[in-house]
């Protein structure tokens, strides 16, 4: 009985060594650097790892390029609106009467900065200028007196030189009054007065009367608010 049980037991320690050796690909030894024998190498917790935070790489990537792209979008928009604004239009806000009913207090308008590129300043044209009294300060007036003229105001009326009939003054909301000048505007210069003559502090008051045509900024063109009152201004 112990014979036969030493000898099946003998049998199936050598059936088990035979299948060892006969089957290499399905049990294989770990070296310490874990390759196997045969020297393929054997995937670690450490290298799912890495292999799972690649695509999450590739989305933070994906993120940084579109920010960047809408870094760049408003950079651009920045610089547009910056350059027309320097160079092409000034954007005013009318803080005081002094030109109503043309403009209104509050309204907001564009001047044309390109307007005088050319030409020089019409009479009526409406200009937006610095102060000659404190160039810190943009000042919105009407032209009346050009180069070499001389203004006269009698009783509210404009003449210039020794014209007997007056300017048109259809734009002022009330009958303007005073007596004023006679005013010599110098070559190259301007006389402003503001549309609401009686209440406006224009070349009648100031310090220094004329405005020098690289003083005046743009002509104003565009009342664009209130949205209910846009329109051209003349």
Not at 29 to 56: C, H, V, W
Not at 77 to 83: E, M
Not at 199 to 208: E, F, G, I, M, T
Request: net charge neutral; proline share 6%; glycine share 8%.
């Amino acid at each position: 009985m112990e014979g036969g049980i030493s000898r099946a037991y003998g049998h199936l320690i050598g059936s088990v060594r035979k299948n060892l050796y006969s089957a290499p690909a399905i049990i294989r030894a770990l070296d310490f650097t874990g390759r196997t024998f045969d020297g393929r190498r054997i995937m670690s917790r450490k290298d799912n790892e890495k292999k799972e935070t690649k695509p999450r790489k590739t989305e933070e990537t994906s993120i940084g390029r579109e920010i960047w792209e809408y870094v760049k979008m408003i950079a651009i928009v920045v610089a547009v609106v910056v350059f027309v604004e320097q160079v092409i239009v000034i954007n005013a806000r009318i803080p005081s009467p002094s030109m109503e009913n043309t403009i209104m207090t509050g309204d907001q308008i564009f001047g044309n900065r390109l307007a005088y590129v050319k030409s020089d300043p019409q009479r009526y044209d409406i200009v937006i200028f610095y102060y000659p009294d404190d160039e810190k300060q943009k000042f919105i007036k009407r032209v009346i007196g050009l180069p070499g003229e001389t203004v006269t105001i009698r009783d509210g009326k404009v003449y210039i030189n020794d014209s007997t009939e007056p300017l048109r003054d259809d734009f002022c909301p009330e009958t303007p009054v005073g007596d004023f000048g006679p005013y010599e505007v110098p070559e190259g210069c301007y006389f402003m007065l503001g549309d609401n003559r009686n209440v406006s502090k224009d070349s009648r008051y100031w310090l220094n009367p004329y405005v020098e045509k690289d003083k005046i900024i743009g002509k104003a063109f565009l009342r664009y608010w209130p949205l209910n009152k846009i329109s051209l201004i003349e």
